[in-house]
């Protein structure tokens, strides 16, 4: 894996605290862990961090969880520089993260790197109206739906490079987008509908005069 190290200085805010309502609701979920295992909660912590703050983790962030959990501020740091969900420097209004796995690389991934490189520039740049940035990730879980892109919280699949510049722009217009698969399939059920198991008697009630009869 790669060194991964904190955003320049200049990138850097002088201060962070949670925001009541998130100091709050830390310290329930410190309340989670045993006596003696809280620093355990680093990881939801960090997270909701990332959340305020934006999509991306400050060092001052990363400290701030530190000293909540009363554990030194170099074992956050190690946490928070491991895990790639955590971001270490800002990212657009909406984040895209490109799977680029074996799978989704056997399904055109490579086109839709491609189009994003185009589109938004190098990896982790962020647009200069701050709307996007990308990444290419390892694997989304999402295989079945293969070429998958992960947009914030919400998952894009059977992409083709033409429908994700459909999905780019309307981002970038304020529309409304739909995720999920992009083409005619239910979730993760094979496209075209049903190939087996389809013929209605199987599922005729027991007392049907039809049932059990050919």
Not at 29 to 38: F, L, M, N, S
Not at 198 to 213: C, I, K, V, W
């Amino acid at each position: 894996m790669a060194v991964r190290r904190l955003a320049e200085p200049a990138l850097q805010p002088e201060s962070f605290a949670f925001s009541p309502e998130n100091l709050e609701w830390a310290r329930r979920e410190i309340t989670k862990y045993p006596q003696g295992r809280q620093h355990s909660a680093i990881i939801p912590l960090l997270w909701r961090a990332q959340e305020q703050a934006g999509g991306w983790l400050p060092q001052k962030a990363i400290e701030h969880v530190a000293q909540l959990l009363d554990m030194p501020k170099i074992r956050a740091l190690e946490v928070a520089t491991f895990y790639t969900m955590f971001n270490l420097a800002p990212v657009g209004k909406f984040h895209v993260q490109v799977c680029g796995t074996t799978p989704c690389a056997l399904r055109g991934a490579d086109q839709l790197i491609a189009l994003c490189r185009r589109r938004l520039g190098e990896q982790l740049h962020v647009t200069f109206n701050g709307t996007f940035s990308w990444i290419e990730v390892e694997c989304l879980g999402a295989c079945v739906n293969a070429p998958a892109v992960q947009i914030n919280y919400d998952y894009y699949e059977d992409l083709t490079p033409e429908s994700l510049t459909r999905i780019l722009d309307d981002l970038a217009a304020g529309k409304e987008v739909k995720p999920g698969p992009q083409v005619d399939r239910q979730l993760s059920a094979p496209i075209g509908g049903p190939t087996t198991l389809t013929d209605p008697e199987l599922y005729a009630p027991a007392n049907s005069p039809s049932h059990g009869q050919k």
